[in-house]
């Protein structure tokens, strides 16, 4: 089994920063593909960022490519999501998830999921 506890999430206002963490418990951290999706109110969850287990190979959505950075430190269990440039579509309930195909999360789907954590923009 596979724990996910993501934090980190707030109120910013448009064009500023958050970092939102991952923290996963259970089974090697290491051989997960990790990922970051997102859920607005009246839509459809949405796929952010992943990356690979090694942590050399990154995927992001065109709508956060250049804003968003995502990265892992295997050592601790926890994997990121640097957002910075923030926007009012921005505003989600991001969730962490943890998987064995980046293919699958960059579809949309993972094998565990965390509760999730929620920003929101003011603009």
């Known amino acids: 089994q596979v724990q996910l506890v993501e934090s980190g999430g707030g109120l910013v206002q448009a064009g500023g920063s958050l970092r939102l963490s991952c923290v996963r418990s259970g089974r090697t951290f290491r051989n997960y593909n990790m990922g970051w999706f997102r859920q607005a109110p009246g839509k459809e969850r949405e796929f952010v960022a992943t990356?690979?287990?090694?942590?050399?190979?990154?995927v992001y959505a065109d709508s956060v490519k250049g804003r968003f950075t995502i990265s892992r430190d295997n050592a601790k269990n926890t994997v990121y999501l640097q957002m910075n440039s923030l926007k009012p579509e921005d505003t989600a309930v991001y969730y962490c998830?943890?998987?064995?195909?980046?293919?699958?999360?960059?579809?949309?789907?993972?094998?565990?999921w965390g509760q999730g954590t929620q920003v929101t923009v003011s603009s």
């Open positions: 990356i690979r287990w090694s942590g050399g190979f990154t």
């Open positions: 998830a943890a998987g064995s195909s980046v293919r699958r999360q960059v579809a949309g789907e993972s094998d565990y």
